[in-house]
């Protein structure tokens, strides 16, 4: 079998490659709304013709100059690679801009179609469009196409397809006037032996006649031939009194004006703004942007982490993975209790399960509360501890006071909180542990049963097995896991946001608050990708043909939160703030404010100074997405977020789970004796200006560098030990006791989750920042940056909210904390320094 035909896809940024190209391949991938993700090639084989016909997505580009990254690729690809055809997509509801590479793409002499994609948004605008005259003004076939409603896409690719096995080759349409023509015609004699395709003389003798220095340097003419050349093209230039470059742009211009002039009839527009216009003025407005942008994020994280996804991550974290779940309770049918229960139901009508496991509770904490002040007195008095032997002289005499507080509201329970003595211990012990199978339907989760079974087969708690299976997968993976609904939610909101065209207004509204510090809005574009994820940001970066401003790119953009940030915010929104979407979403603007002062403060050191490239952007009209490309992309990325939680969090989670369960003479032993604590104990200093000196806050902070969401594995084991309290008071526990006494947890896991958002990537996405940055030096740089911009937030934020908010006294760290914001302030306020 001969090779197969190739096929290239050329045109605009968001003309509808990306939708034509998996159209006509059927292999789904990533289609964004912004120029440059697709600066990578992409090959698929034509559905239909596998064997005959492979079909390449080029860079969308707006002309064949060398001015960007995707333009070079794509003109490369065009000329040195020579596609068998190309299939020239045009989108039909901005037709003079697009055909502007039109005319560059004719000129390259290969056999090609064009497409007139978006027909439906062009038939429902009421405008007319004449094929038949565009077609022959340019020489090449036009056919009309709506790639998002699969119209007409495998039909022009057949066409491509035989004009390609004919190798039949359009006409090269007359856009330029005599005098142009004129010199164009002496350097086409000039340059015919030195073009690497015929076929394409007259591109290259456009380039030449625009003084490209890569056509220049790739055609190394005679000097002879070279000046004679210069000095047809200087006359010409007299002759017009412009340069060549304006010449022949303009030229095209005015030739693509006269032929939509006669070739597409617009209908009149009421008021001239169509209805994405429209949108578009209220949502990019200056004011507006960012209150409404904020308000869109506030949304997305009151669905995930307030109401929905926080039910149903709850259902998985507490039912499934937890003691399981009702699916009626007492009140709802009498007929799933047991009669015991429904007896004491007509007797009192409280006794419902809330009450009963609610009672039964607040016994267990009287219990512990009062052998912990009853061990501390035996100590003294060089008595057992309560385990072995309960002194009843002793027993007699202690007393101590226990709050109770509403697990809901927080409010303390004034008529519970008292004195509780040994009479109160001895009735706390006649508490009997309720069932709640008793109490309705009641389905067990994994882990009861789990325990059943190990009773069955006779492995007993502190079995070895016991608590891997335990700590590991229900503690450790199991929590991950548990934030599967949470990401969904989130993930479809991006995705949704991303094809209805509104991230693209994003990059929009960024760029002209970046340009307005000297930054590119380019940068912006790898950032929304870093939504997903941080690894295709970094790579993202490609599209930035300034070295300077990549390098600050990569640096900054794995601030916005990844898929799996999303689940340390969760978590800690939830252990900590009762799940309040706009602390959610403070943190999602705090990475963008980051960004942003980041950005300004770097641009003032020598090695990321310029001026901003220049940057088109286009904006897309709005489009309904389709359900299929918003679920498919969906679940990409959640399947890439379930199969990190089944291979690298899973194998962490094991060796964690090793490290806190043995010493170093491996026997199993407790938390404190364990190999974790030791190494933890080594470095925990580091982090004792943030809040979370611990050898857990350590551990946690450290392995997180694995995967982000490591974090919450590590501190969910850790916490799961303690009790089963539910994995987000675990956590909320456990940060109480990083300072003893003195009411911080909320601060300290603020301080915390801050420090994980805000230092380094997870380890592929520093693997990528290497690679990206080119040298090692660079690659140690960006780290180290990422680390002190972490750490200096979490510092400021531990040392001063604790001096303003928790009456914390002033010290040396909140010194240092004062003086790193009055930093920060100078770097980012300070004039630009005089470059050389
Ligand atoms: P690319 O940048 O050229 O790869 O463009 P994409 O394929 O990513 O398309 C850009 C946007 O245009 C996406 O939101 C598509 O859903 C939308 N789009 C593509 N083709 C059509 C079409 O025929 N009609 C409409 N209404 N929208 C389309
Ligand atoms: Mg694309």
Redesign the pocket.
Same mark, same amino acid.
């Given at each position: 079998m001969s090779e197969p035909l190739k096929i290239a %896809?050329a045109? @605009?940024?968001?003309?509808?490659?990306?939708? %034509?190209? @998996?159209d006509l391949t059927g292999s789904n991938q990533y289609? $964004? @709304?912004?120029?440059g993700?697709?600066v990578e090639k992409k090959e698929g084989r034509l559905k239909g013709r596998p064997g005959e016909v492979v079909i390449q997505?080029l860079p $969308?580009i707006y002309s064949l100059s060398p001015y960007s990254l995707e333009e070079v690729v794509a003109r490369n690809y065009l000329v040195e690679e020579k596609p068998d055809a190309i299939l020239n997509?045009v989108?039909g509801t901005n037709i003079e801009r697009n055909l502007y590479l039109t005319t560059q793409l004719v000129e390259l002499g290969l056999p090609m179609v064009i497409a007139v @994609?978006?027909?439906?948004?062009v038939k429902k605008a009421g405008d007319r469009i004449d094929f038949d005259r565009l077609g022959k003004s340019l020489g090449c076939e036009v056919v009309a196409?709506?790639? %998002?409603?699969g119209?007409g896409g495998a039909e022009v690719a057949e066409r491509a397809f035989e004009l390609a096995k004919a190798h039949r080759r359009g006409e090269v349409p007359h856009v330029f006037t005599g005098a142009v023509e004129h010199a164009l015609a002496h350097i086409e004699e000039h340059i015919e032996g030195a073009v690497p395709s015929k076929d394409a003389l007259r591109w290259f003798a456009v380039k030449v006649f625009e003084r490209d220095e890569k056509i220049l340097a790739r055609l190394k003419l005679d000097p002879k031939v070279a000046a004679d050349i210069e000095s047809h093209i200087k006359d010409c230039e007299k002759e017009l009194e412009d340069d060549a470059e304006s010449i022949i742009t303009n030229q095209r211009y005015e030739y693509i004006k006269s032929l939509v002039e006669c070739a597409v009839v617009k209908k009149p527009r009421k008021d001239n703004l169509s209805a994405s216009d429209k949108i578009d003025r209220v949502v990019t407005n200056r004011w507006l942007a960012i209150p409404i942008f904020a308000a869109v994020v506030w949304f997305m994280y009151f669905v995930a982490v307030q109401t929905v996804g926080s039910w149903l991550t709850d259902w998985a974290n507490d039912g499934v993975f937890g003691d399981g779940w009702f699916v009626y309770k007492t009140a709802d049918c009498a007929a799933f209790c047991s009669d015991e229960v429904n007896a004491a139901r007509a007797a009192d009508p409280e006794h419902t399960w809330e009450n009963v496991s609610g009672e039964y509770d607040n016994a267990q904490k009287v219990i512990e509360d009062w052998t912990a002040a009853y061990d501390e007195a035996a100590a003294e008095k060089g008595l057992p501890a309560s385990e072995e032997k309960i002194d009843e002289a002793l027993a007699g005499s202690v007393a101590t006071h226990i709050t109770f507080d509403d697990e809901e509201t927080g409010e303390i329970d004034e008529e519970a909180s008292r004195d509780y003595g040994y009479a109160d211990y001895l009735a706390a012990k006649e508490v009997a542990e309720p069932d709640p199978a008793d109490y309705g339907l009641w389905v067990p989760g994994i882990p009861p049963l789990t325990e059943k079974l190990f009773e069955k087969i006779g492995i007993a708690e502190d079995h070895w097995l016991h608590t891997l299976v335990f700590d590991v997968v229900f503690f450790g993976v199991g929590t991950i896991l548990g934030f599967v609904p949470q990401i969904v939610i989130v993930f479809l909101f991006l995705a949704f946001l991303?094809?209805?065209?509104y991230m693209a207004r994003i990059a929009f509204i960024m760029d002209r608050i970046f340009r307005r510090f000297g930054l590119s809005g380019k940068s912006f574009i790898p950032m929304l990708v870093g939504m997903g994820c941080g690894v295709p940001a970094v790579m993202a970066t490609r599209t930035i043909e300034s070295q300077r401003d990549r390098r600050m790119t990569i640096m900054l953009g794995t601030y916005i939160p990844c898929g799996a940030k999303y689940a340390i915010i969760a978590m800690f929104v939830t252990a900590f703030f009762g799940g309040k979407a706009w602390v959610a979403t403070s943190m999602y603007l705090l990475g963008i404010a980051t960004i942003v002062l980041g950005g300004i403060a770097l641009k003032k050191f020598g090695a990321f100074a310029g001026d901003p490239a220049p940057f088109v952007m286009e904006l897309?009209?709005y489009?309904?997405?389709?359900a299929t490309?918003i679920l498919i992309h969906t679940w990409e990325r959640t399947k890439a977020y379930m199969i990190k939680a089944g291979t690298i969090i899973f194998v962490a989670c094991v060796a964690i789970w090793f490290l806190m369960s043995f010493s170093w003479g491996f026997r199993m032993v407790e938390l404190e004796e364990s190999i974790l604590h030791d190494i933890g104990t080594w470095f925990a200093w580091i982090f004792a200006p943030l809040g979370f000196g611990t050898w857990q806050g350590a551990v946690a902070t450290v392995t997180a560098e694995i995967a982000k969401e490591q974090a919450v594995a590590d501190l969910a084991m850790l916490a799961g030990n303690a009790d089963s309290v539910g994995v987000a008071q675990g956590i909320r526990m456990l940060f109480d006791s990083f300072n003893p006494g003195l009411g911080l947890a909320t601060l300290t896991g603020l301080s915390f989750m801050i420090m994980n958002l805000f230092d380094p990537p997870c380890l592929v996405a520093i693997a990528t920042t290497f690679r990206e940055m080119g040298t090692r030096k660079w690659g140690w740089i960006a780290v180290g940056f990422q680390f002190l911009v972490g750490y200096c937030m979490a510092l400021v934020t531990f040392q001063l909210g604790r001096l303003f908010f928790y009456g914390g006294h002033f010290g040396f760290w909140t010194a240092v904390a004062f003086a790193l914001v009055a930093a920060v302030v100078w770097l980012v306020v300070r004039p630009m320094p005089k470059s050389k």
């Open positions: %896809l045109g @605009n940024p968001n003309c509808g490659k990306t939708t %034509l190209f @998996n289609v $964004g @709304n912004w120029p993700v697709t997505d $969308g997509i989108d @994609n978006m027909m439906d948004l196409i709506s790639a %998002l409603k119209d991303e094809d209805v065209g897309p009209a489009h309904m997405p389709t490309g």
